[in-house]
């Protein structure tokens, strides 16, 4: 049994298998990304759910592992070296396990060097700008009586989809072969619905990108991700 006492985020969360990866996550657009990859990956893992409440994600134990206070987060028993491994941030995780898996990351350095400039377009632009037309829209920023941030990110998220629906043209997935670029984008896509923003953006305008959508969502790796870990 491999010892994680090390990690005081599983004082709080133990490990029932210690020797499986430990998942510290919710279901939100951030938290699925790591779970789909697990599951489309075939990698043994046990999650635990970790609310977006302060007890939760501001505790001293989840702050030991991710002194950002955001979900998810991981410790990989068998990390590089055969060394256990904390580590945060969703697009980090995501080219960890496609690295340590060999998965879903392309089969030449090119491919490589094309699905992370993906996962950053999503990390440095989709999740951003969608999470904040989501605040202003369904959220505390919906009450504001100014509307100008509202629209600000309207329009950047109508030119986020133009972008995506130009690549998709004549493809399946965005960077060629399915990948860890796409568990990054389409979980964000995905919020547009629960956000409320669909009209707004145009959503239907954007013919590729809602079938692309539909694609992924239909995976069965995707249906069970998307479950896990359980909101609690």
């Known amino acids: 049994m491999t010892d994680l006492s090390a990690f005081p985020i599983t004082k709080k969360w133990p490990a029932q ?11 939100t657009p951030n938290g699925v990304k790591v779970s789909i990859a697990l599951e ?7 999650a635990h759910t970790v609310t977006l409440s302060d007890a939760d994600v501001k505790s001293p134990e989840f ?8 979900i998810p987060a991981i410790v990989d028993p068998d990390g590089p070296d055969g060394a256990p491994l904390g580590l945060f941030e969703s697009g980090a995780i995501l ?19 094309k ?18 037309l989501g605040f202003f829209s369904k959220f505390a920023g919906s ?19 133009a972008v995506l629906d130009k690549e998709l043209d004549g493809k399946d997935w965005i960077a060629g072969d399915y990948s860890i670029a796409d568990i990054a984008i389409a979980p964000w896509l995905a919020a547009l619905d629960f956000y409320g923003t669909k009209e707004l953006v145009a959503w239907e305008d954007h013919k590729n990108v809602v079938a692309y959508l539909d694609r992924f969502l239909a995976r069965p790796a995707v249906v069970k991700g998307r479950t896990i870990p359980p909101r609690g």
């Open 143 to 161: 009450e504001w009586e100014d509307k100008r941030p509202q629209q600000r990110y309207i329009d950047e998220g109508k030119r986020l989809l």
């Open 115 to 132: 699905i992370i400039q993906w996962v950053m377009f999503q990390m440095g632009g989709l999740g951003p700008m969608f999470g904040q």
């Open 63 to 70: 702050l030991s592992l991710n002194p950002n206070n955001k």
């Open 40 to 46: 489309e990956m075939r990698i043994p893992y046990e």
């Open 95 to 113: 080219i960890y396990l496609a690295e340590k898996s060999g998965k879903l990351i392309g089969k030449t350095a090119a491919d490589k060097a």
């Open 17 to 27: 298998d210690a020797n499986v990866l430990q998942l510290y996550s919710f279901p």
